[in-house]
């Protein structure tokens, strides 16, 4: 099964930026899509930002502009930038990935989830 671990986050002044890490590990034999999810205490997990496995990228409304997902395929990495942050941006943040474990088994669009990286905006 594939697993996922997340870093880079940490406590930081709106406006200020952060880079997220997330590496895939495990029982790989593809991966397709990655995503960067976040959630806020008391709120439902949203999707962030998706890359394609072709480099394709999509964002969710509030953070069009202002972050970057990408990708090192090589690696099974995917990253996000986070610039101009705002307190509402204030979230834990998971990384997962549409992938296939093994040449013959079902493609899947989640793996486990991880721990999650903190990322605090605020004054």
């Known amino acids: 099964q594939v697993q996922f671990v997340e870093s880079g986050g940490g406590l930081v002044q709106p406006g200020g930026s952060l880079r997220l890490s997330c590496a895939a590990s495990g029982s790989i034999f593809s991966i397709y899509a990655m995503g960067w999810y976040r959630q806020a205490p008391g709120k439902q997990r949203e999707l962030v930002a998706v890359i394609s496995i072709g480099g394709s990228t999509n964002y969710a409304d509030s953070v069009r502009g202002r972050f970057t997902i990408s990708r090192d395929n090589a690696k099974n990495t995917v990253y996000l930038q986070m610039n101009s942050l705002k307190p509402e941006d204030t979230a834990v943040y998971y990384c997962?990935?549409?992938?296939?474990?093994?040449?013959?088994?079902?493609?899947?669009?989640?793996?486990?989830w991880g721990q999650g990286t903190q990322v605090t905006v605020s004054s």
């Open positions: 997962n990935a549409d992938h296939r474990a093994t040449m013959t088994g079902p493609r899947l669009q989640f793996g486990s």
